[in-house]
Nanobody, 120 residues
Framework: QVQLVESGGGLVQPGGSLTLSCAAS????????MAWYRQAPQLARELVAQ???????DYADSVRGRFTISRDSAKNTLSLHMRDLRPEDTAVYYC??????????????WGQGTQVTVSS
């Protein structure tokens, strides 16, 4: 189990930028895949971006070219840099971690979420 704590959310104007952080309770090197999800009211939770350990980043079509996901191993932190923000980016953003184990099982951990509101 890994504890994940998001921070950095807030109110930003359309076209602005914001960086979210996810502090993990253990070394990122022990986590196989980390990701950011988001969920707007009355909508399903959707994958925003993911970064496997040692792999290439993947992004949802709606954010590709605007968002950047990255791991900071020294600080045990996952970040999401968001630019050119749009009102439709408004949602609660959740940090996610998947840790694989022997036997084909995996641990799935979620943060509590941080609110991002894009509005003028």
């Amino acid at each position: 189990q890994v504890q994940l704590v998001e921070s950095g959310g807030g109110l930003v104007q359309p076209g602005g930028s914001l960086t979210l952080s996810c502090a993990a309770s253990k070394s990122l090197s022990s986590i196989d895949t980390m990701a950011w999800y988001r969920q707007a009211p009355q909508l399903a939770r959707e994958l925003v971006a993911q970064v496997p350990s040692g792999g290439n980043t993947d992004y949802a079509d709606s954010v590709r070219g605007r968002f950047t996901i990255s791991r900071d191993s020294a600080k045990n932190t996952l970040s999401l840099h968001m630019r050119d923000l749009r009102p439709e980016d408004t949602a609660v953003y959740y940090c996610f971690a998947e840790t694989k184990h022997w036997g084909g099982v995996a641990s799935l951990d979620w943060g509590q979420g941080t609110q991002v509101t894009v509005s003028s």
